[in-house]
């Protein structure tokens, strides 16, 4: 596992660092989040040993579980799935970052119930870009005030946008939909808001999305494997 993992790892960073040069960009400012989301610890363990240390998880008993039996390892959790009100406390007491906050009552109870003794919860607010039917998400119609109401929420750090965008057929059109998903970045950081990430981009769309400004993106099968 350790080999199979260790070799997946390097060709999804060079597949990165290509993306990047293809767009001008140096491949430090995109950074790789394995997504180990169904994935026992020892998979995970096999990827920190490769280098890798930032992990999404989309289930959040399953994540917590996981982060308790890996916490000798110096690693960052960041939670990239819908979490309903019951869960609030399981994320703000386990995870590092969360990308899916969709709605105010969700960051309010995040802040609220994460310990005084660990930093700020680190957000992204996750917009439906594209409206597609079946994808959580803020509109961006009403991205603006959420990302106001959530940067002023003390236990949370806002750093930046999630997106999850409907399938495309062709390169241009995976690079327009990023594209709107940067410009809503560009126009909350205008109105002063100091973000720094914009989660976007899995394994079918990552050069569209690093060419379009992406500067994180979520991988799971091409590291781990096929679930």
């Known amino acids: ?13 060079a597949h990165i660092e290509a993306a990047c040069q293809a767009a001008g960009r140096p491949a430090s400012s995109v950074q790789l989040l394995a997504v180990s989301k169904t994935w026992g610890p020892d998979a995970v363990r096999a990827a920190h040993t490769a280098g890798q240390t930032a992990f999404g998880e989309n289930y959040i008993q399953e994540a917590v579980d996981k982060i308790d039996a890996l916490r000798d390892l110096p690693l960052v959790w960041h939670c990239i799935g819908p979490i309903q009100s019951n869960k609030t406390r399981l994320v703000a007491e386990h995870f590092d970052w969360v990308h899916s906050i969709d709605r105010f009552k969700i960051a309010q109870r995040l802040s609220e119930q994460r310990p005084d003794h660990l930093p700020p919860l680190q957000v992204c607010i996750q917009v439906n870009v ?3 039917a079946n994808k959580s998400g803020v509109s961006p119609q009403e991205l603006p005030a959420l990302a106001q109401a959530v940067a002023a929420l003390p236990r949370l750090q806002l750093r930046g946008l999630m997106t999850i965008p409907e399938p495309a057929e062709t390169e241009a059109q995976m690079r327009a939909v990023h594209r709107e998903a940067k410009d809503l970045f560009d126009s909350l950081r205008a109105r002063g808001l100091p973000l720094d990430t914009l989660s976007m981009g899995m394994s079918a769309d990552m050069s569209a999305a690093i060419a379009e400004g992406s500067t994180m993106v979520r991988v799971g099968t091409a590291i781990f494997g096929q679930r």
Do not use: K, T
């Open 1 to 13: 596992m350790n080999a199979f993992i260790a070799e997946n790892l390097a060709q999804v960073h």
């Open 130 to 132: 594209d409206g597609g």
